[in-house]
């Protein structure tokens, strides 16, 4: 399969395709090489892209996903822990972020306004 129907299948950039040949995210195991030299992608890089894309999207960075790709293989309990520990980055995240609302509320009931100056009543 030629990268621009890989692209197209996974709706993403071909530089971003190739990006992740360049870090490692894609190994040489999705990539056959032709003759001419051009790359011929197996079939399985799509399901492969996607469950990459789906890492990204939950918040995990190309490094974690570049770090457990190095692994070859992880056991269940070591994948539980690292998706346990996205999920309390997630809910931290949370928490920060109803404390931002929260604030924002209070200054409303609080009627500053910035005519007089910043914070001056």
Same mark, same amino acid.
């Given at each position: $399969?030629?990268?621009?129907? =890989?692209?197209? $299948? =996974?709706?993403?950039?071909?530089?971003?395709?190739?990006?992740?040949?360049?870090?490692?995210?894609?190994?040489?195991?999705?990539?056959?090489?032709?003759?001419?030299?051009?790359?011929?992608?197996?079939?399985?890089?799509?399901?492969?892209?996607?469950? =990459?894309?789906?890492? !990204?999207? =939950?918040?995990?960075?190309?490094?974690?996903?570049?770090?457990?790709?190095?692994?070859?293989?992880?056991?269940?309990?070591?994948?539980?822990?690292?998706?346990?520990?996205?999920?309390?980055?997630?809910?931290?995240?949370?928490?920060?972020?109803?404390?931002?609302?929260?604030? !924002?509320?209070?200054?409303?009931?609080?009627?500053?306004?910035?005519?007089?100056?910043?914070?001056?009543?």
């Amino acid at each position: $399969m030629k990268i621009s129907e =890989v692209a197209k $299948m =996974v709706d993403l950039p071909i530089s971003t395709i190739r990006y992740y040949e360049k870090m490692g995210i894609i190994t040489d195991d999705y990539i056959l090489r032709e003759q001419n030299n051009y790359r011929n992608y197996a079939s399985e890089i799509i399901q492969y892209l996607n469950v =990459v894309k789906n890492c !990204l999207a =939950v918040g995990f960075s190309i490094n974690d996903i570049k770090s457990m790709i190095s692994k070859n293989g992880m056991p269940k309990d070591e994948q539980t822990r690292i998706i346990k520990e996205k999920i309390s980055e997630i809910e931290d995240a949370q928490k920060k972020l109803e404390d931002s609302k929260q604030n !924002l509320y209070d200054f409303l009931k609080l009627d500053i306004t910035c005519e007089k100056g910043f914070g001056k009543y």
